[in-house]
């Protein structure tokens, strides 16, 4: 019954691949709009680039780069690597970044203007 978990690894795997394949296509006929994604979206209409979105793009990108080196280096051993603990703390220190630039925009800007304070 050795060749169950083999088969098993093959779907997986293929199943996998069809997936990086679809998803790659469409974005690359434009079914996938990704017009924007970059950009922030304020009330007044300006849509300039968001240093914190591309900060979370380069971090997250640099992230799965570095593990999936770790993961084509341990390749023969049958398991996946540990996730560094550094790793997580500059992902974890990422998202923290983007998501309080976030609630900034939400609550401090907000309240700003409700009360006739200072625009950005």
Same mark, same amino acid.
């Given at each position: 019954?050795? &060749?169950?978990?083999?088969? !098993? /690894?093959?779907?997986?795997? =293929?199943?996998?691949?069809?997936?990086?394949?679809? !998803? &790659?296509?469409?974005?690359?006929?434009? /079914? !996938?709009?990704?017009? =924007? +994604?970059?950009?922030?979206? &304020?009330?007044?209409?300006?849509?300039?680039?968001?240093?914190?979105? +591309?900060?979370?793009?380069?971090?997250?990108? #640099?992230?799965?780069?570095?593990?999936?080196?770790?993961?084509?280096?341990?390749?023969? &051993?049958?398991?996946?690597? /540990?996730?560094? /603990?550094?790793?997580?703390? +500059?992902?974890?220190?990422?998202? +923290?970044?983007?998501? =309080?630039?976030? #609630?900034?925009?939400?609550?401090?800007?907000?309240?700003?203007?409700? !009360?006739?304070?200072?625009?950005?």
């Amino acid at each position: 019954m050795d &060749s169950l978990p083999h088969v !098993i /690894e093959l779907v997986v795997l =293929g199943f996998l691949f069809c997936l990086a394949a679809l !998803i &790659s296509f469409r974005l690359l006929t434009g /079914e !996938i709009n990704t017009r =924007g +994604v970059l950009r922030t979206k &304020s009330p007044s209409g300006d849509h300039e680039i968001s240093p914190a979105r +591309v900060q979370l793009l380069l971090f997250t990108l #640099a992230a799965a780069g570095t593990y999936l080196s770790e993961v084509l280096a341990s390749l023969g &051993s049958g398991r996946l690597p /540990e996730v560094p /603990e550094s790793l997580l703390a +500059v992902l974890g220190g990422s998202n +923290v970044f983007y998501l =309080g630039t976030k #609630a900034y925009a939400f609550f401090v800007q907000k309240h700003l203007q409700a !009360i006739g304070g200072p625009r950005r």
